[in-house]
């Protein structure tokens, strides 16, 4: 049982990372190939704050400082990065974020910290590079239910954003930029603030695998993460958060269960693969296109309404 | 010891393996618009089977024809590869969405690697015998050893690309390619088989990505994940010498290469050798950002006017 | 377009169910093998240290094999579950977490690498279950944890068996390679310079790489305008044999020289003819003439078709160890068999006899291998025997 909670709060990280990318990719339409970057900055963020600085015998509250870190860190790296690319258009920009991504990824890779005093004992001078950080064993916060929290205040969020009118400006540049510019929409203001806004969230996410995972390494943070979560949002529809809610959940849970069946277990990335094709095959306009649940129960209600009008009487 | 001119020519070999694998990338994005992340795969398909098709030559046959055999081997096994991607994987979703055909590239990536692990169980392989005998002969110039074949790298490089310039320039083949990307719908009312040019450009793509494999795995070592890197550099290349154009490609696939070994070479000379090794691919993402920031279509691309 | 949301719908509900059908399926028939003791396992079968992963597995269940033909551990049988970590951190938690979540083990072997080892040493005092690692040599592993333990030596002792056979061969002056990715090679490095300089000796060059490098050019000319004559690399087969093979590219005269990473036939065969001549430390010899390494050495070459190396010889270790353990505690209960294992003293091994430190280090001897040309390959050859 501990292991399948331990999995529902991977699905809440996946959950929180995959919605913060359908506001960017999903909502807004600009394809954005380096969300791994800014998962791992708000991870090594929220990682370093909790290695250097904790207050005792405060327990989660001590969660606060760093996820604001982390929110901080990725929100800065946005708009340092979309200033000068979000002027690109179409697959310049995925390019020019892919190219971010890695940037992040292998800087990582060759940055190193001063140890804290209680390794600087233990002789350890340095931390990070290519092996990583750990995070002190008492700022392990990965209970499921604390992941879930942030889950539903960030979808919570994010839902009444899309419905709000900045929300509607993301969507009308998604339909047709130069339409949007037409109406008056703003459009570096409002694509910055879609880039800075997912950022951020996935700093959050970050913050909170920092928290749950105690190990951090740049390895996690590669181009596959990114894939991984782009593809959670088209499965769930392009700017439906619950579509990208639902598809991290489908798509963590087939993996595991895939891992768990004899013989595909260990090759069970040769079928995901496979998986990923056909479903992006099958369903190109995702689960529930840009609906969220209560737009997806309305439909099928009326659908079930009217399948019941149909049935011949008597 | 000053080891400016090693670096230099070491990053003209490693550039003309790039340039052959950046080829691909912009072929493929000429005709069809699409982002060939499969593309690396197709490197590390060419370079097992060259392994494999060692593996059945009798020795008796010249090392210098084994060779040549397995090169071609190798590219003929990339663009089959090539082939089939874009015939199951490709083909049935050109009408749909970039999203979509971006997403299914990296899928059909993620599978070949996945493919090659399942089969070969993720072991590294390495040439051994006559073949590696040759191929990892080195010779002794500026001061330091150097291998051989690194400059076959460079020949088979031109030889690749004169061909390439012929095709293109000359064949019916290449007048039918170069319709295709200027306008699909219409070179398919003047008559072309569309279907058959896409599939022979994504073959050609794959010959060359195949025999780039083969040379670099035949001095270094074969992986399921060997193409990752390389495909995403050589991808960088073709970026920055302007993606769809040929000559681009090339230029940008020398220019990435030289300066890697360029950052290398600074780093030793300014005693900072760790530094420089460590973030030389950072360099080549950095100039990526910097050259899309000020010239988006690239060094030789043509700008893309917005039609209202 | 409506029935399609429908359909999807369906669709999506239909996966769910399947998935939880073959969760609950799979989950359901694990339960089933009663009365078996069950041992997880957690080694890289895949990617870049999947040839070390599968040498450490082959040994494992030899070891496994015979105990249970002589009739287990009181009549109960020992069973294998194993998962691949792929030689990365967050792989290997996530297997320690499955094996000790869901399968229901009693000890677990594993991870083979020092990084991936202090990667699980948290999840391992939580899960509080005795986890003994074959060759992860790290000084800071078996600390990390009260329930970790080890059945390899540690580095601090490793480098200073290397440093002090280079200086008995009248060396003075080494270079060092580091695997920046890795906390073996990083632990290493450190604790050979230490020996290397009090025993006398200068360190001419320091350079690293990375996991996965495959250009050595610029450290390989470093080390070799330094002038050193031997060169430390206490890297894995991924990398060293490329590095051996460019450096009779270069033209570098020197010696070199690596820990028990080098102990597989994948360095000691691939390396080119730069390895003649080279030597390292390894766990044990399989020249040692006791009976029990003599029947080891001729079963796993049966078996695999190579002459093992540490790694195979410490995977069986381990299971020694936890039998031991289990057999001292008389029960499987994890703090009964962690308590037992602390205690246990010189155990017959393949290695060598064992005796664990309350930190859960084992204390036991080194030997030093060279490489000598043999035909059309390379051989070990038994140079030296150094006890801690």
């Given at each position: 049982m501990s292991y399948y909670l331990d999995i529902l709060g991977n699905i809440g990280i996946f959950m929180i990372l995959a919605m913060s990318l359908n506001v960017i990719c999903g909502m807004t339409g600009l394809l954005q190939l380096g969300h791994a970057g800014f998962f791992a900055l708000g991870a090594y963020s929220a990682g370093l704050v909790s290695i250097y600085w904790q207050l005792p015998g405060l327990g989660m509250v001590n969660f606060i400082p760093g996820a604001l870190a982390a929110m901080l860190v990725a929100s800065l790296f946005a708009v340092l990065i979309g200033v000068p690319c979000l002027r690109l258009r179409g697959d310049y920009l995925a390019i020019a974020t892919l190219g971010f991504g890695e940037i992040v990824r292998l800087s990582l890779q060759n940055l190193y910290f001063p140890a804290p005093p209680a390794l600087l004992e233990r002789g350890v001078e340095r931390i990070g590079g290519a092996t990583g950080i750990s995070l002190p064993v008492n700022a392990q916060y990965g209970s499921w239910w604390f992941i879930w929290i942030?889950?539903?205040?960030?979808?919570?969020?994010?839902?009444?954003?899309?419905?709000?009118?900045?929300?509607?400006?993301?969507?009308?540049i998604r339909e047709d930029e130069i339409a949007a510019r037409a109406m008056g929409v703003?459009?570096?203001?409002?694509?910055?603030?879609?880039?800075?806004?997912?950022?951020?969230f996935a700093g959050l996410a970050g913050a909170l695998y920092a928290h749950k995972q105690l190990t951090l390494h740049p390895g996690d943070f590669g181009l596959l993460r990114t894939i991984e979560v782009l593809l959670m949002v088209v499965l769930g529809g392009l700017g439906s958060f619950s579509g990208a809610a639902l598809a991290a959940l489908l798509l963590i849970g087939t993996r595991e269960a895939l891992g768990q069946i004899p013989y595909i277990g260990p090759n069970r990335e040769l079928f995901f693969a496979l998986l990923l094709i056909l479903m992006i095959r099958f369903v190109p306009n995702g689960l529930f296109g840009l609906k969220e649940f209560d737009g997806v129960a309305r439909q099928l209600a009326r659908r079930f309404k009217r399948a019941r009008e149909d049935e011949p009487h008597g | 010891m000053d080891l400016f001119l090693y670096y230099l020519v070491e990053g003209i070999c490693n550039g003309a393996v790039i340039a052959l694998i950046a080829l691909g990338y912009t072929l493929v994005y000429g005709i069809i618009k699409l982002i060939n992340f499969a593309h690396g795969e197709f490197y590390m398909v060419g370079a097992y089977a060259g392994f494999?098709?060692?593996?059945?030559?009798?020795?008796?046959?010249?090392?210098?024809?084994?060779?040549?055999?397995?090169?071609?081997?190798?590219?003929?096994?990339?663009?089959?590869?090539?082939?089939?991607?874009?015939?199951?994987?490709?083909?049935?979703?050109?009408?749909?969405?970039?999203?979509?055909?971006?997403?299914?590239?990296?899928?059909?990536?993620?599978?070949l690697q996945n493919l090659f692990k399942f089969v070969n169980s993720g072991n590294r392989l390495a040439f051994g015998g006559a073949v590696a005998e040759v191929t990892q002969f080195s010779v002794r110039i500026f001061g330091t050893g150097f291998y051989l074949s690194k400059f076959v790298f460079i020949l088979v490089t031109v030889l690749l690309m004169v061909w390439l310039w012929y095709l293109v320039a000359a064949t019916r083949f290449g007048r039918s390619m170069r319709a295709v990307s200027q306008d699909l719908d219409a070179a398919r009312l003047m008559g072309i088989d569309v279907d058959k040019t896409i599939m022979m450009t994504f073959a050609l793509g794959g010959f060359f990505a195949g025999v780039a494999g083969m040379m670099v795995g035949a001095i270094k070592q074969i992986d399921p994940m060997m193409g990752f890197m390389p495909g995403l550099i050589a991808f960088v290349a073709a970026v920055i010498g302007g993606i769809g154009s040929v000559p681009g490609a090339v230029i940008g696939g020398f220019l990435i290469g030289i300066l890697q070994t360029m950052v290398v070479w600074l780093g030793l000379r300014l005693g900072y050798a760790e530094a420089a090794n460590a973030y030389k691919e950072v360099a080549v993402f950095l100039l990526l950002i910097v050259v899309l920031v000020v010239r988006p279509q690239g060094i030789l691309g043509r700008a893309e006017r917005i039609k209202v | 377009?409506?029935?399609?949301?429908?359909?999807?719908?369906?669709?999506?509900?239909?996966?769910?169910?399947?998935?939880?059908?073959?969760?609950?399926?799979?989950?359901?028939?694990?339960?089933?093998?009663?009365?078996?003791?069950?041992?997880?396992?957690?080694?890289?079968?895949?990617?870049?240290?999947?040839?070390?992963?599968?040498?450490?597995?082959?040994?494992?269940?030899?070891?496994?094999e015979q105990i249970n033909a002589a009739g287990g551990i009181d009549g109960r049988m020992l069973t294998l579950k194993v998962e691949d970590?792929?030689?990365?951190?967050?792989?290997?938690?996530?297997?320690?977490?499955?094996?000790?979540?869901?399968?229901?083990?009693?000890?677990?072997?594993?991870?083979?690498?020092?990084?991936?080892?202090?990667?699980?040493?948290?999840?391992?005092?939580?899960?509080g279950v005795p986890t003994v690692t074959p060759t992860a040599t790290n000084d800071q592993v078996a600390p990390a944890s009260p329930f970790l333990f080890r059945a390899c030596f540690k580095d601090s002792f490793q480098g200073e068996v290397v440093a002090q056979y280079a200086l008995g061969q009248g060396i003075t002056s080494?270079?060092?390679?580091?695997?920046?990715?890795?906390?073996?090679?990083?632990?290493?490095?450190?604790?050979?310079?230490?020996?290397?300089?009090?025993?006398?000796?200068?360190?001419?060059a320091e350079v690293s790489y990375q996991e996965k490098d495959t250009e050595f050019g610029p450290q390989l000319s470093q080390i070799k305008e330094s002038g050193a004559k031997l060169v430390f690399v206490p890297g894995y087969p991924g990398e060293v044999p490329l590095i051996l093979k460019q450096a009779k590219v270069m033209g570098l005269a020197a010696t070199f020289c690596g820990a028990d990473g080098w102990d597989h036939q994948d360095i000691i065969q691939q390396s080119g003819d730069q390895i003649v001549g080279a030597f390292f430390s390894g766990a044990f010899s399989p020249e040692d003439q006791r009976e029990i390494v003599q029947n080891f050495v001729t079963a796993m070459t049966a078996r695999t078709g190579t002459e093992p190396g540490?790694?195979?010889?410490?995977?069986?270790?381990?299971?020694?160890?936890?039998?031991?353990?289990?057999?001292?505690?008389?029960?499987?209960?994890?703090?009964?068999?962690?308590?037992?294992?602390?205690?246990?003293?010189?155990v017959t091994t393949v290695t060598g006899p064992i005796t664990m430190t309350a930190d859960g280090d084992a204390r036991k001897s080194a030997v030093v291998m060279g490489v000598v040309k043999a035909g059309d390959g390379y051989d070990k050859k038994y140079l030296a025997t150094i006890q801690p």
């Open positions: 942030f889950v539903i205040i960030t979808y919570v969020l994010l839902v009444n954003l899309k419905r709000s009118a900045i929300g509607r400006a993301f969507l009308a703003n459009l570096p203001y409002y694509k910055s603030l879609s880039f800075v806004l997912s950022a951020a | 494999a098709m060692y593996a059945v030559v009798p020795s008796s046959v010249p090392v210098w024809l084994t060779i040549l055999l397995l090169l071609l081997v190798a590219g003929i096994a990339g663009a089959i590869i090539a082939i089939i991607t874009e015939r199951i994987a490709y083909k049935p979703i050109r009408d749909s969405s970039r999203l979509v055909a971006l997403l299914t590239a990296i899928g059909v990536s993620f599978f | 377009m409506k029935s399609g949301v429908y359909r999807r719908m369906v669709g999506a509900a239909a996966l769910v169910a399947a998935v939880a059908g073959m969760v609950l399926a799979v989950g359901c028939g694990s339960e089933a093998e009663e009365g078996t003791i069950r041992i997880g396992v957690i080694v890289p079968l895949s990617g870049n240290l999947s040839p070390l992963g599968s040498s450490t597995l082959e040994g494992i269940e030899y070891r496994v970590n792929r030689g990365d951190q967050s792989q290997s938690i996530s297997a320690f977490k499955k094996l000790t979540g869901l399968g229901g083990v009693t000890a677990v072997i594993g991870p083979i690498t020092s990084t991936n080892a202090l990667a699980v040493a948290n999840p391992v005092t939580q899960a080494a270079a060092t390679m580091t695997e920046l990715s890795s906390d073996y090679s990083i632990g290493l490095v450190r604790s050979f310079m230490q020996a290397f300089r009090k025993g006398g000796g200068t360190i001419a540490s790694f195979e010889a410490l995977g069986a270790d381990s299971v020694t160890l936890i039998v031991e353990a289990i057999k001292a505690a008389g029960s499987t209960e994890a703090t009964a068999v962690r308590d037992a294992m602390t205690r246990l003293e010189k």
